[in-house]
C-alpha cells in the first residue's frame, strides 16, 4: 500500500473507534497494576466488566481504545495507569535499546525520507519536550534542554533501534521570540504536520503543573481539526505545589473538560515526568501498539 493512503488509512480510523475487522495480530496479555488514582473514570471503571451496552458507551466515551480492542472486552487491568489508555494486542516490543541523533531540519522537505514512522514531540518552551526524549531513552543529554525557553530551534530527528524516530521540535508560546521567529514557527511546524506522512501521533506536551492554558487548547484544537492523531502528555506532574496553586491531577481533569467539548472520542492521555521516570514505560507501550499498527496495516 501506498504511504499516503495507508497514513489516510490509518488517520482516518484515529478519530473513531476502530472497525470489528480489525484481528489482534500480537496476543498480548498486559502484566500491568491496577490503575490507582484515576478518578476521571474510576466511577466508570467499575461498569466496564458489564456487558451493558451503556457501560460501552461509557468506555467509548472516557477511554482510548487501541487498535483492536473492543469496548466491551475491556478489563479494568488493560488500563495504563495515569491515563485512560487501554492496551491492545499491537502492544510490544516497547524496549529502547539504542538511539542516535540523525539530523536537524529547518524545513519540513529536509527531514528524513526513510519512511519509518515517527513520533512528534510537541508544547509550548519549556514544557519538557526535550527532557521527555531523554528520559525515554534513559540518557542525559540526547536532546539538549535548557531552563531558559526556546532552546530547541530545529526540527531533530532520533533514531531508536534503527526502525522508528523521536522528533524534537521547537516549542511554540516562546513570548521573547520575535515576532518574524514567531510566524516562522506556525509555517514552519504547520507545514511539517499536515506533509509528513510517515507521523504516528503527535505528542502534545501540557504542563501539569499550571491550569489549562488557552495555546494548548488552540493547538490541540488545530491537530484536531486537521485530523493530526495526537497522545495527551501531561509533564512535570511531580510537581506538587503549596498553597491555593492546584495539584496536577486538577489541572488535567480541569484540561480534559475543556478537551472533551471539541472531541466526540477522547483522545489518549497519559501523566509523566521526566524527573521520577512516571508515566516512562507505560507511554512507551502505548507508543509501542501505534507503531505496530502502523507498520501493520
Ligand atoms: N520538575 C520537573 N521539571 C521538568 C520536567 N521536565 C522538564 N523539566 C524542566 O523544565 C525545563 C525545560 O525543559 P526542556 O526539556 O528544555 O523543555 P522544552 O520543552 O524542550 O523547551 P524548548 O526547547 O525551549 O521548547 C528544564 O529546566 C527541565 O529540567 C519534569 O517532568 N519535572
Ligand atoms: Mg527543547
Given at each position: 500500500m501506498q504511504i499516503a493512503s495507508k497514513?489516510?488509512?490509518?488517520?482516518?480510523?484515529?478519530?473513531?473507534?476502530?472497525?470489528?475487522?480489525?484481528?489482534?495480530?500480537?496476543?498480548?496479555?498486559?502484566?500491568?497494576?491496577?490503575?490507582?488514582?484515576?478518578?476521571?473514570?474510576a466511577s466508570s471503571s467499575?461498569?466496564?466488566?458489564?456487558s451493558s451496552s451503556s457501560a460501552s458507551i461509557l468506555a467509548r466515551k472516557v477511554l482510548f481504545m487501541a487498535p483492536g480492542?473492543?469496548?466491551?472486552?475491556?478489563?479494568?487491568?488493560?488500563?495504563?495507569?495515569?491515563?485512560?489508555?487501554?492496551?491492545?494486542?499491537?502492544a510490544g516490543d516497547a524496549k529502547i535499546k539504542e538511539v542516535e541523533f540523525v539530523k536537524s531540519s529547518n524545513k519540513p522537505k529536509d527531514c528524513p525520507k526513510d519512511e519509518r514512522p515517527e513520533f512528534a514531540m510537541l508544547g509550548r518552551s519549556n514544557v519538557g519536550k526535550s527532557s521527555l526524549i531523554n528520559a525515554l531513552v534513559k540518557k542525559k543529554e540526547v536532546a539538549l534542554t535548557s531552563k531558559k525557553p526556546g532552546k530547541t530551534q530545529l526540527i531533530n530527528h532520533f533514531l531508536v533501534n534503527k526502525s522508528w524516530y523521536i522528533v524534537d521540535l521547537p516549542g511554540y508560546g516562546f513570548a521573547n521570540a520575535s515576532e518574524a521567529a514567531r510566524m516562522d514557527w506556525s509555517s514552519f511546524?504547520?507545514?511539517?504536520?499536515?506533509?509528513?506522512d510517515t507521523l504516528v501521533s503527535?505528542?502534545?506536551?501540557?504542563?501539569?503543573?499550571?491550569?489549562?492554558?488557552?495555546?494548548?487548547?488552540?493547538?490541540a484544537n488545530w491537530l484536531g481539526r486537521n485530523k493530526i492523531p495526537i497522545t495527551f502528555?501531561?509533564?512535570?506532574?511531580?510537581?506538587?505545589?503549596?498553597?491555593?496553586?492546584?495539584?496536577p491531577d486538577q489541572n488535567i481533569r480541569d484540561f480534559q473538560e475543556l478537551i472533551r467539548q471539541n472531541y466526540n472520542h477522547q483522545p489518549p492521555w497519559?501523566?509523566?515526568?521526566?524527573?521520577?521516570?512516571?508515566?516512562?514505560?507505560?507511554?512507551?507501550?502505548?507508543?509501542?501498539?501505534?507503531r505496530n499498527y502502523w507498520n501493520n496495516e
Open positions: 497514513c489516510r488509512l490509518f488517520h482516518s480510523h484515529f478519530f473513531s473507534i476502530f472497525p470489528q475487522s480489525i484481528k489482534p495480530r500480537n496476543p498480548f496479555s498486559p502484566k500491568i497494576q491496577k490503575n490507582p488514582q484515576f478518578s476521571i473514570y467499575r461498569t466496564f466488566n458489564s480492542v473492543e469496548p466491551e472486552d475491556i478489563k479494568e487491568d488493560m488500563i495504563l495507569p495515569g491515563s485512560n489508555i487501554v492496551v491492545g494486542p499491537y511546524t504547520k507545514g511539517y504536520f499536515l506533509n509528513r503527535v505528542l502534545l506536551l501540557i504542563d501539569a503543573s499550571v491550569p489549562p492554558q488557552k495555546i494548548d487548547l488552540d493547538c502528555v501531561f509533564t512535570k506532574c511531580d510537581k506538587m505545589k503549596g498553597g491555593k496553586a492546584k495539584r497519559i501523566m509523566t515526568s521526566s524527573v521520577s521516570g512516571l508515566g516512562r514505560d507505560e507511554l512507551l507501550l502505548h507508543m509501542s501498539q501505534l
